[in-house]
């Protein structure tokens, strides 16, 4: 289950439903705010702001205001009618700083202010990217909201894929243990 079960989908019925009983111009509002745009759930305050409307309307039956009353409470808690489901993957991106790198006796140091962490959580239905964030434990809070399953890729490791979900890591994964 995801955004287009919950959300999406009971939208287009209700606004189906409205063309259906001769508000096309409802219907016409309520399509053109939602969008097929797995990368981000933006619409979905767009979608409510016409479910508004559609409240404000002396026209619309009843059961349609309902509908949609029940709508713009799934929107407003998204996550809480999608369920924690699914994987997150974050990854640590560096952030060029235009600044030479260290000199060849140097230790490189990887201090997790010269980067952010980047997730994406879902799949087909619902899939979401994550806000940039500057520490693991901020990129992890948002993560496990989201999904029992997180893989990440840290800083310090990149190249390997590291296990932060519920319960034992899977084979492929490292349990996720922060450097010292």
């Known amino acids: 289950m995801g955004r287009r ?3 999406d989908k009971p939208a287009l ?7 259906s009983v001769g508000r096309p111009d409802l219907h016409h509002r309520i399509v053109e705010a ?4 797995p990368l981000t759930d933006d619409h979905v305050g767009e979608v409510q702001d016409r479910l508004v ?13 309902n509908e949609a009353r029940r709508l713009i409470a799934v929107g407003d808690d998204l996550l809480g009618a999608i369920g924690r489901c699914g994987v997150v993957h974050m990854t640590w991106r560096r ?12 230790r490189p140091v990887l201090a997790e202010d010269e980067g952010i962490y980047q997730g994406s959580w879902g799949g087909e ?3 979401e990217m994550s806000p940039e964030f500057t520490s693991l434990d901020e990129a992890l809070t948002w993560a496990r909201v989201r999904a029992p399953s997180v893989i990440v890729r840290p800083w310090w490791d990149n190249g390997t894929e590291y296990w932060a979900g519920d319960g034992p890591p899977p084979e492929r994964a490292r349990g996720l243990e922060r450097p010292h």
């Open 13 to 19: 019925a209700l606004a189906n439903d409205l063309q």
């Open 95 to 106: 952030i060029p700083t235009g600044e030479p790198g260290p000199v060849q006796w140097a």
């Open 5 to 7: 079960s919950v959300f």
């Open 125 to 127: 239905e619902s899939y």
């Open 53 to 65: 409307e559609l409240l404000n309307d002396p026209q619309v039956a009843e059961r349609d205001k």
């Open 34 to 37: 939602l969008r097929d745009d």
